[in-house]
């Protein structure tokens, strides 16, 4: 009897923790209105690292230096009559200020076995979770399932205007055959019990909506009486729409995931008092919170130039998110918060995502996770927050956060984000290699 051959090894993790640490430490800071330090080095960077396995990538250039990455991998083995999935990055990070750090945010140091350093999960991780994965499959001549589009965006942390949102308009082809996506922000995981960790994929994410309202009066000396001065009818215009209670309203997504939190913990929520099961969720608890409703936050105020001076124009500046189809509501309430005395301008209007948690793709990441966690379990949630995936509109991409993490339940993983001591366990990064190595044999 002949010995049958041991399978191939997946040495797909070996090398994730270098790409991650060489990764941070290229300075890709994005300080927004245009302002970076650019992301060209790390586009050259992710350029010869697939080179250097024989894949051929293409850079554009939005702007000098504003550089985005785009590579066709389809090695032969591929079944090539599935339309291609995207998988998509960005390269770019928010600023970091070094003072308020234990480490150099640029140093990528290990310490407590995790990476330190801005980006170390927004995201650089997934970023050297992906080329570790294809590097290894590609040397080891192992073809994904179906043609992969790689993607690197630029200019993901100021909204995308010169990265994603740029190539999506000049150089649509290149995006607009894929029929499936992902991408950062799911994936990661929250411990129920030892028995039992729920891993949340991203499948939907609110829309954006950036307002300014301008309030106009009349100006003046500032020691006389004026019954129409702009900042007092802005302040109060402010005050309405800061202090009011939007209505919970649970889209199709949240009510899915409120049911697998039921079946998981074993309790039956009161859906009048949402937030009070949502608390025993831990930290997670800030990011799933923020999508049970609309949201509008005063963030900036510009008014006068002088303490004696009434000024006659003042303006401020609002944050808001809606739920899939809450646009409409969201303006229409700002408009009647602030009354008729104020204008109320959008200056950002993006497009909210969605998918439906369901087919072969849903399949395939709880296949995956399973491989490296027999007790896995994926359930699907909204972000509050935005990613790439808004640039894809009329393109009837299904987008997905799916960068698996295995986390430790004492890790306060949404925090992180943007955060200051923003880490990434290596535990948890080379979990998320072998995962993604997994998914990429059923996706």
């Known amino acids: 009897m002949t010995e049958a051959a041991a399978p191939a090894r997946r040495d797909v993790d070996s090398e994730v923790v270098d790409l991650c640490r060489e990764l941070i430490q290229i300075?890709?800071?994005?300080?927004?209105?245009?302002?970076?330090?650019?992301?060209?080095?790390?586009?050259?960077?992710?350029?010869?690292?697939?080179?250097?396995?024989?894949?051929?990538?293409?850079?554009?250039?939005?702007?000098?230096?504003?550089?985005?990455?785009?590579?066709?991998?389809?090695?032969?083995?591929?079944?090539?009559?599935?339309?291609?999935?995207?998988?998509?990055?960005?390269?770019?990070?928010?600023?970091?200020?070094?003072?308020?750090?234990?480490?150099?945010?640029?140093?990528?140091?290990?310490?407590?076995?995790?990476?330190?350093?801005?980006?170390?999960?927004?995201?650089?991780?997934?970023?050297?979770?992906?080329?570790?994965?294809?590097?290894?499959?590609?040397?080891?001549?192992?073809?994904?399932r179906r043609p992969v589009r790689l993607v690197f965006f630029a200019d993901e942390e100021a909204g995308g205007q010169l990265g994603s949102k740029w190539l999506a308009q000049h150089h649509r082809d290149l995006l607009a055959d894929c029929s499936d996506a992902i991408s950062e922000v799911g994936g990661f995981s929250l411990t129920v019990r030892d028995d039992l960790r729920l891993y949340l994929v991203q499948t939907a994410?609110?829309?954006?909506?950036?307002?300014?309202?301008?309030?106009?009066?009349?100006?003046?000396?500032g020691s006389m009486r004026n019954d129409e001065n702009a900042v007092t009818r802005l302040a109060a215009a402010i005050g309405r729409i800061g202090s009011h209670q939007w209505p919970q309203t649970l889209h199709p997504t949240q009510r899915?995931?409120?049911?697998?939190?039921?079946?998981?913990f074993e309790i039956e929520?009161?859906?009048?008092?949402?937030?009070a099961t949502l608390s025993r969720l831990g930290t997670i608890s800030r990011m799933v919170g923020a999508t049970m409703q609309n949201t509008v936050n005063p963030t900036v105020l510009r008014a006068g130039y002088k303490t004696n001076v009434i000024p006659g124009h003042a303006e401020a500046e609002l944050d808001g998110r809606f739920l899939p189809g809450g646009?409409?509501?969201?303006?229409?309430?700002?408009?009647?918060?602030?009354?008729?005395?104020?204008?109320?301008?959008a200056t950002v209007h993006e497009r909210a995502v969605e998918a439906e948690f369901a087919g072969s793709l849903?399949?395939?990441?709880?296949?995956?996770?399973?491989?490296?966690?027999?007790?896995?379990?994926?359930?699907?949630?909204?972000m509050s927050a935005g990613t790439d995936a808004k640039a894809f509109g009329g393109m009837d991409i299904n987008c997905f956060g799916f960068?698996?993490?295995?986390?430790?339940?004492?890790?306060?993983?949404?925090?992180?984000?943007?955060?200051?001591?923003?880490?990434?366990?290596?535990?948890?990064?080379?979990?998320?290699?072998?995962?993604?190595?997994?998914?990429?044999?059923?996706?």
Request: charged share 30%; net charge negative.
């Open 27 to 144: 300075d890709t800071t994005n300080y927004g209105a245009g302002e970076s330090k650019g992301e060209r080095p790390a586009a050259e960077y992710v350029a010869a690292k697939l080179d250097e396995v024989g894949i051929e990538s293409q850079l554009f250039e939005s702007e000098p230096g504003r550089t985005t990455l785009v590579a066709h991998w389809e090695p032969e083995g591929v079944d090539r009559s599935v339309a291609p999935l995207m998988i998509h990055c960005h390269t770019d990070v928010v600023p970091a200020v070094a003072d308020d750090w234990q480490v150099d945010p640029f140093a990528a140091e290990v310490r407590d076995d995790m990476i330190w350093g801005r980006g170390a999960v927004d995201m650089k991780d997934f970023d050297a979770m992906l080329l570790s994965v294809v590097r290894s499959r590609q040397r080891e001549g192992r073809a994904p």
């Open 205 to 221: 994410e609110k829309g954006l909506m950036w307002l300014k309202l301008i309030a106009e009066g009349r100006a003046g000396h």
């Open 256 to 264: 899915a995931f409120l049911d697998e939190i039921e079946k998981a």
């Open 269 to 275: 929520i009161n859906h009048d008092d949402v937030e």
């Open 327 to 345: 646009e409409e509501e969201l303006i229409a309430t700002v408009r009647e918060l602030a009354g008729p005395d104020i204008t109320v301008e």
């Open 362 to 382: 849903v399949e395939a990441m709880q296949w995956s996770l399973e491989q490296e966690d027999p007790h896995a379990r994926t359930i699907p949630f909204m």
């Open 403 to 443: 960068a698996p993490l295995q986390l430790p339940p004492e890790l306060d993983f949404t925090a992180l984000f943007h955060g200051v001591d923003e880490r990434v366990p290596i535990e948890s990064l080379k979990f998320g290699a072998r995962v993604l190595d997994h998914f990429l044999d059923k996706a």
